[in-house]
């Protein structure tokens, strides 16, 4: 399952990228691969999208800049890699799972961050586009209360779920951040347990207003939620109702149990998520 972001607007030219990102995840599971590669696999064809806040799509920030956040978690093993901060890489979901594989860490920033996956192999590309630049010129001018209000209408954080044959679960979440923030700002997608978190009972992928999920820890909520007995759908409704109840923010959360039941849960108006179960044996869109 993916989603592709908490949005105040619906954009149907997102639906047809979900169900490229469902079957490239699937086409993993299908061959017998496991569920960490899957949501890596399913990210990444978002994050070469222009339409969603992530990779290529990403949006600038108040400098102008483009900073890039991911995280990854293996359920089984509750192994986990994220990036922070980092400029010119298409696919940061590959690099937080790089910082899985090969380091003892789990968080990497900034330059430094950028080395370290160089040295691995990964080239820097040019992310600007000619829409996300032009929208950062034309709201830059206009007067702070009003700057406030837009930038946090750009919410599209990509984010997957998975669960595989041999029961493994596993989440991915890639972000650009929120437009216009400052240079420096992290939000919850790389921080485990916050926009990402998965375990032996769950995996769930968040987005919305960062400073909040993180104020609530909103994945690792989510599943424990699970593990308190509730459904899949259940635990969901209940994360956004606590991340709302506390913090009277907005954001959408997506979950998968161990059992391959799903939730799907906002307070945005939107929030596109495609799903595939072996139970209807077809792509759904949900929005």
């Known amino acids: ?86 400029e010119g890489f298409l696919h940061p979901s590959e690099l937080a799972k790089l910082v899985m594989e090969k380091t003892n860490h789990i968080l990497l920033i900034g330059k430094e961050a950028e080395k370290f996956a160089e040295y ?12 996300r630049r032009e929208l950062w010129e034309k709201i830059i001018k206009k007067p702070k209360e009003e700057i406030k209000k837009l930038k946090e209408e750009i919410m599209e954080t990509v984010g997957a779920v998975a669960l595989d044959d041999n029961g493994g679960l596993a989440a991915c979440t890639s972000t650009g951040g929120l437009f216009l923030s400052l240079p420096s700002r992290v939000g919850d997608t790389p921080l485990i347990g916050c926009g990402t978190y998965a375990n032996s009972h769950g995996a769930a992928s968040a987005t919305g207003i960062g400073e909040d999920i993180i104020r609530v820890t909103m994945a690792r909520y989510c599943i424990f939620m699970i593990e308190q007995g509730k459904n899949a759908q259940e635990a969901a409704d209940l994360a956004i109702k606590e991340m709302e109840e506390k913090t009277n923010s907005l954001g959408g959360i997506i979950c998968i149990d161990k059992n391959g039941n799903i939730g799907i849960s906002k307070n945005t108006k939107y929030m596109p998520v495609a799903f595939y179960s072996s139970k209807s044996k077809k792509i759904e869109i949900l929005i």
């Open 120 to 131: 691995y192999g990964f080239k820097k590309e040019n992310l600007y586009t000619a829409e």
């Open 1 to 86: 399952m993916v989603h592709g972001g908490a949005s105040y607007k619906n954009e149907e030219n997102v639906y047809e990228p979900l169900k490229r990102a469902v079957k490239r995840g699937l086409s993993i599971l299908e061959k017998g691969g496991c569920a960490i590669e899957a949501v890596i696999e399913a990210v990444k064809v978002m994050e070469e999208e222009e339409i969603f806040n992530a990779g290529k799509g990403a949006v600038l920030r108040l400098d102008g800049s483009i900073k890039l956040d991911a995280a990854v978690m293996d359920g089984r093993t509750l192994k986990a890699g994220a990036v922070a901060g980092i």
